[in-house]
């Protein structure tokens, strides 16, 4: 894997420090950025959310090595007129804010397309006027379904990577009806992936989108009941960590058969850090950042974290480790999905040289070591806790 020394890019040339307005920044992709950047860089990131917690131990103490290299902005962009001036102040500009849990696209449809699409428009706007370079953080959901799930059951053309493998500049985006509402997300997404194109291609925006194929490690969302709302329902990985810290079965939702890839998050952010620090090699490209070689099922995924979680916590796992559930139990009306996502990788590769390298079993093994280390005790507490009458 290609990774960027200190003081040169892939090209030879020396990097200048940088200042980042990093928008998003409290949240899960942010908050491994923002330490990326503190302790292997000398950028400075301008950190902009309504959330800190998750970067907190880079805020506090002052003593901290690079404490004059961050700073934090508490402000919504949906509403804020400072957000113009920290972009300008900025060399680059990182938008990672969005509403992304599944468990939003179809219930608070307006909320995703509001956050997706509306929030990011200033953003994008601010950029182009101000001749100022964008990394958006879009998805892989833009792809939809796959050309492959039209095809007969039975059709050898499924087995096909041509079927199948998702390519920045040729796969088409396939999304469902409008009622299922779970598209909101994906079709914002990609509104907004094409009016940053067309910034670029009539204004001269620089920019780069990312588009992250199931990202994951810790820090990811929130535990429902410890540090989140009890009813939230987060994403997958928490979702199934939240049972298996509460030694409850894995909730498989329509069988589990849905395929995903994962990407190891410290895998990820390094393909992040080459894009800020190669900007003639990332510029008016999209990239696809995730791991083809790391493919389960859901229900694959399930009974792999089940394993590891018994290894790393020592404790044997329930005697029914899963159970399945309807979507529409699950998630409510409107839910839809697709069918498998497998990234193409040679857009990313012959620009930057980026290759994941974390196989989803030591994954899992660094991320659930986390969880439990860091959840563990407070659910034993939150159960054991008498409840009011
Ligand atoms: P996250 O929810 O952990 O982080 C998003 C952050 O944005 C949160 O801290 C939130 O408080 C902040 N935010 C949202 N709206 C805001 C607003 N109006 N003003 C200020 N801050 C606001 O999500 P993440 O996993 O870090 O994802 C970051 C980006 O990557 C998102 O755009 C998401 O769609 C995209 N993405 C992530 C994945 C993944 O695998 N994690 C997959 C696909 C796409």
Known sequence: MATSSANVDLDGNPIRPLTICMIGAGGFIGSHLCEKLMVETQHTVLAVDVYNDKIKHLLEPDSLPWANRIQFHRLNIKNDSRLEGLIKCSDLTVNLAAICTPADYNTRPLDTIYSNFIDALPVVKYCSENNKRLIHFSTCEVYGKTIGSFLPQDSPLRQDPAYYILKEDTSPCIFGSIEKQRWSYACAKQLIERLIYAEGAENGLEFTIVRPFNWIGPRMDFIPGIDGPSEGVPRVLACFSNNLLRREPLKLVDGGESQRTFVYIKDAIEAVHLMIENPARANGHIFNVGNPNNEVTVRQLAEMMTKVYAKVSGEDSIENPTIDVSSKEFYG?????????????????????????????????????????????????????????
């Open 333 to 389: 009306e409107g839910y839809d999905d697709s069918d498998k996502r497998i990234p193409d990788m040679a857009i990313i590769n012959k620009q930057l040289g980026w290759d994941p390298k974390t196989s989803l079993w030591d994954l899992l093994e660094s991320t659930l070591t986390y969880q439990h280390r860091t959840y563990a005790e407070a659910i034993r507490q939150s159960i054991a806790k008498p409840v009011a009458s």
